[in-house]
């Protein structure tokens, strides 16, 4: 009998409560269930923000799990909330659901962009986002959807899977994201469809500054590359979406991580919080005499964008910067950001 039939399903539930004492924040309440659990993503004094990542000891999601994640943003708590892995569908015949509640309080900032979801198989599943945010407040969204296990001949093999994502700004529906996918209805390498890319990635900005944040992507989005299509349009006065084709999940999921870490630093420059940068330890004398006299190294080779001249605007990089095959990297989108940010 096929392990998916043989393992009993689970009903998992997460709960998190991210609250501001002075300028940081703080996880004040947490409850989760086996096999998921939440911990704090590295240290939890490196930043004044919250930031929190959600483990699994289960090797995916299978036929009859219901999971259940509430996350409470209270007002002007900030949080970024990662994953571990790739979520992966397994075969079944009923299928799972996982339903995410969201609730950010004036002046809080929720970002959440996790991995792929990698559907073999005959999987079955549905997810359902509700999102309420504040007034002032502002929501980082991301979702990445694979057509399967590509590399095992698995590309659109699944069944259905069916993502719904509502957000609504001051109890008003200012974003609604329905996606249905059923590869035996419908023509999915077909104009429209996913056009014979295998991934698709989804970055939802919901924000006071969505307007502004728009102009600042006009200006420095404004190559393609040869690994990634995208677009990006104001769907609402404060809601911003950029979609992305591709045909591998690491490079669209660090593009995406970059672009939301843009939208994050934007935020915090509107929001006049730019968080100190971490203070380095002290160093032991030794290593401190040390590195008065440096030893020439041999530089390792620069695999991102490659940067631009003194005196070029951040129009006139974007502009420049041509179509590679690698992710931009998240230092070079800030450095692009920062120089438009000068200019206005």
């Known amino acids: 009998m096929p392990y998916w039939k043989i393992r009993r399903r689970m009903l998992s539930t997460i709960r998190v409560?991210?609250?501001?004492?002075?300028?940081?924040?703080?996880?004040?309440?947490?409850?989760?269930?086996?096999?998921?659990?939440?911990i704090h993503y590295g240290s939890r004094h490196l930043h004044e923000h919250l930031e929190l990542i959600m483990?699994?000891?289960?090797?995916?999601?299978?036929?009859?799990?219901?999971?259940?994640?509430?996350?409470?943003v209270h007002e002007g708590a900030h949080l970024k909330f990662f994953t571990q892995s790739f979520s992966k569908l397994h075969p079944m015949e009923k299928g799972a659901v996982q339903r995410t509640k969201v609730q950010v309080k004036k002046d809080g900032l929720y970002?959440?962009?996790?991995?792929?979801?990698?559907?073999?198989?005959?999987?079955?599943?549905?997810?359902?986002n509700e999102i309420h945010l504040d007034e002032r407040a502002t929501l980082i969204w991301g979702d990445i959807i694979a057509s399967?296990?590509?590399?095992?001949?698995?590309?659109?093999?699944?069944?259905?899977?069916?993502?719904?994502t509502r957000v609504y700004s001051n109890k008003k529906l200012v974003l609604l994201d329905n996606q249905l996918i059923e590869p035996g209805h419908q023509p999915l390498n077909s104009i429209l469809f996913y056009e014979r890319y295998t991934h698709q990635a989804t970055l939802?900005?919901?924000?006071?500054?969505?307007?502004?944040?728009?102009?600042?992507?006009?200006?420095?989005?404004?190559?393609?590359y040869e690994e990634i299509t995208f677009g990006f349009t104001q769907c609402a006065p404060s809601a911003v979406m950029i979609r992305a084709m591709g045909n591998e999940g690491?490079?669209?999921?660090?593009?995406?991580?970059?672009?939301?870490?843009?939208?994050?630093?934007?935020?915090?420059h509107k929001q006049g919080l730019e968080e100190a940068e971490p203070e380095e330890e002290e160093?032991?004398?030794?290593?401190?005499?040390?590195?008065?006299?440096?030893?020439?190294?041999?530089?390792?080779?620069?695999?991102g964008p490659k940067r631009v001249?003194?005196?070029v605007t951040a129009k006139d990089q974007a502009k420049e910067l041509k179509a590679i095959p690698e992710a931009p990297t998240e230092e070079v989108l800030k450095e692009v950001f920062a120089e438009a940010v000068i200019e206005k």
């Open 17 to 38: 409560n991210a609250e501001r004492e002075g300028k940081v924040t703080l996880l004040k309440e947490s409850s989760h269930n086996a096999p998921y659990k939440v």
């Open 55 to 72: 483990m699994s000891a289960s090797p995916g999601i299978m036929d009859g799990d219901e999971i259940d994640i509430t996350v409470n």
């Open 111 to 128: 970002k959440f962009i996790p991995h792929p979801v990698t559907p073999f198989a005959k999987s079955i599943f549905k997810t359902v």
């Open 148 to 164: 399967g296990r590509v590399h095992s001949g698995e590309s659109f093999q699944f069944t259905r899977l069916h993502s719904v």
């Open 204 to 224: 939802i900005y919901v924000s006071p500054f969505a307007a502004e944040l728009k102009a600042e992507l006009d200006e420095i989005l404004t190559s393609q």
């Open 250 to 268: 690491v490079m669209l999921y660090d593009w995406l991580s970059a672009m939301g870490q843009l939208c994050w630093e934007f935020t915090m």
């Open 283 to 303: 160093k032991a004398p030794e290593l401190q005499a040390s590195e008065e006299t440096p030893v020439a190294k041999k530089q390792p080779k620069r695999t």
């Open 309 to 311: 001249k003194k005196g």
